[in-house]
Nanobody, 124 residues
Framework: QVQLVESGGGLVQAGGSLRLSCAAS????????MGWFRQGPGKEREFVAV????????DYANFVKGRFTVSRDDAKNTVYLRMNSLKPEDTAVYYC?????????????????WGQGTQVTVSS
């Protein structure tokens, strides 16, 4: 079992920045690929970013490329999502998720463990 706890969400003006953190506990963090997803009001959950267990493979949704950066610190059992140039359409609950190392994927069903989410609200 892996427990995931997100933090760092909040209210920010358009153009601002936030850094989300996801702290993991339980099984060794270093064997997991870590993903970030989000779910906006009235929308389905969508992929944001993924970082492989080695940090070698990283992928982003097209709508965040150049604005968001995913990283991980295995010594701290934490994955981060740095979000710059935020837009009102980035408003959502952001979730981190973990899957045992393998193919990095944007498919939510492939992930075994999920955090409770952190709210990000971007005002115009």
């Amino acid at each position: 079992q892996v427990q995931l706890v997100e933090s760092g969400g909040g209210l920010v003006q358009a153009g601002g920045s936030l850094r989300l953190s996801c702290a993991a506990s339980g099984r060794p963090f270093s064997i997991y690929d870590m993903g970030w997803f989000r779910q906006g009001p009235g929308k389905e959950r969508e992929f944001v970013a993924v970082i492989s267990w080695t940090s070698y493979n990283i992928d982003y949704a097209n709508f965040v490329k150049g604005r968001f950066t995913v990283s991980r610190d295995d010594a701290k059992n934490t994955v981060y999502l740095r979000m710059n140039s935020l837009k009102p359409e980035d408003t959502a609950v952001y979730y981190c998720a973990a899957k045992v190392r393998g193919d990095t994927t944007s498919v939510p069903a492939a992930y075994d463990y999920w955090g409770q989410g952190t709210q990000v609200t971007v005002s115009s």
